[in-house]
């Protein structure tokens, strides 16, 4: 028999509700089977906590006096640039912005110890930060710089914005060639020297609604230590991907675009990070609740990083290269281990995203609904499936190579 | 017997004379380098492992100290922030020494400075800033 939304929260509500992680899950439906964990088990909970570069925040200041108008102007925090496109007194901030004076990979490979991520950190940690505008004056905002420390408790809203979260499994990123590398997936070792993956897997959100039965705009999640709501697929969403018999995705597949209060987050699950030779990125912790509607979300629910397969992708010439080669197809149980066989040798792996925290997360959450202090909500409209027919393009624009020759 | 991993600094009056050699011709001890270097301002660094009877042991350090050479233990200058640490595991299989370990339980990741040996790798690729080393190269 299925539950809806409204019965689960009601459950949740009497303090009668039966929460568990999908670690948890796995071992409740071996045990029990499908058809009992459905109807036993109300709610499963996920986490993951990784880097997720598409992440950002905007902040309003209040108006200074005289006003200014940032819009149009330039805008710094801690020297890192954000954007001034918007209105008066309202700033984005990229997680992966950097100073104009960090000399990148000139000196390869790159160190990048401040960018946006930190500046981002910072602020949710309650520092202070130093503020620069240069703007042009007009008639109703005359000022034209302003220079000043600001922290959390200063702003009006300050709201994490991110645009592509939570990935649908990933690649493995592995380096055919002769020399180091150094990627967005950490330094890769010349010929196979090692393997390093990205996910959760088992604990991981979208892992566990493989299809995005019970999760759409306005679920209610985990987000950075607060709580904060699905908005819309991320970026990049591609739900055509292959999948397997389980119906899990074998290659990067759904992505979700979140949001939440700054304001309520901490430092413990926003985190400011270095990867060298790449970049500035931010580390963020999720955790989405799953209702258990029916058997088949029970059965979803409990998939195990054995069932779960990643492609393994050469990141010294497929990737950059865009071209579609997959060495092979590996489970994280296997990534898990420390150790996978890839093309006849055996190769370390390494993984970017912590278990560790996606677990706590997992708990935390569960502590949450158990306590009544998190109720599940019931999605406004779907993250749109497979049936969508949607699919992640590549680039299609025009290029211009004459004029590009030309210069 | 006993085996430590030490840290050296020489002043500049040393940096060219033959001491480590002492400590095998005059002590029997056995050592393997580490890292060695010589800083811009011509203080000499190294990091050594040292092993033998525990009496020639001390007998090496003494020597070391009457020639005015600076000794602390290794662990002393490799530092985990735990507080900074996400226990990702990133760093665990790049550690060429197994100093930094993961729970395969827990997932927690431990770093046991008695074998580090410095080489820096988790302080490059942390991502979270999470390792330092404060000897000073």
Known sequence: MAKTIEEINE???????????????????????????????????????????????????????????????????????AYAGYAAVDIFLGATALPEDDPRNKYYPGRFPYGGAHVIEDLVAGKDILLNVTTYGTDCYPRKSLSAYININDLNEAVLFNVRNAYQNYNVAVNLSNKTIYTYLGMLRPNLGNANYSSAGQLSPLLNDPFYKTIGIGTRIFLGGGIGYIVWHGTQHDPSVIRGENGVPKRGAGTLAVI???????????????????????????????????????????????????????????????????????????????????????????????????????????????????????????????????????????????????? | MRTERVVLHFPKHLADKPVIVNLVRKFDLDFNILKATITPDEEGVMVLEITGEDENFQKGIQYLKELEVKIQPLSQDVIWDETKCTHCAYCVNYCP????????????????????????ICVDICPYKAMEIKLII
């Open chain 2, 97 to 120: 020494t197994k100093a930094l370990k993961r729970d395969e339980k827990t997932y927690l990741v431990s770093f046991d400075p008695q074998k580090c040996t410095a080489c820096g």
């Open chain 1, 11 to 81: 459950k949740i509500r009497q303090g009668k509700a039966v929460v568990v992680t999908a670690e948890e899950m796995i071992d409740i439906v071996r045990e029990k089977g499908v058809e009992k964990a459905a109807k036993e088990v109300d709610v499963v909970t996920t986490g993951t906590f990784g880097m997720m570069c598409s992440s950002g925040i905007y902040f309003n200041i209040g108006h200074t006096k005289p006003r200014i108008k940032i819009g149009g102007g330039k805008v710094y925090l801690n020297n890192v640039p």
């Open chain 1, 260 to 407: 939440g209060d700054l304001k309520q987050m901490s430092p413990n699950w926003l985190r400011g990070t270095s990867i060298i030779g790449y970049g500035v990125s931010l580390a963020v912790g999720i955790g989405l609740p799953i209702p258990v509607l029916d058997e088949e979300i029970a059965f979803y629910t409990s998939v195990k990083d054995e069932d779960i397969y990643a492609p393994v992708v050469d990141y010294s010439k497929a990737y950059p290269e865009r071209e579609p080669e997959i060495i092979a197809e590996v489970n994280y149980k296997d990534l898990r281990s420390g150790e996978i066989e890839i093309l006849g040798k055996k190769v370390p792996t390494n993984p970017l995203s912590s278990y560790a925290k996606a677990r706590e997360i997992a708990n935390i959450l569960k502590e949450w609904i158990k306590s009544g202090r998190f109720l599940l909500t019931k999605p406004s409209a779907p993250i749109p499936g497979p049936e969508s027919g949607i699919k992640f393009k590549p680039f299609s624009g025009r290029e211009i190579k004459e004029e590009v020759g030309k210069k």
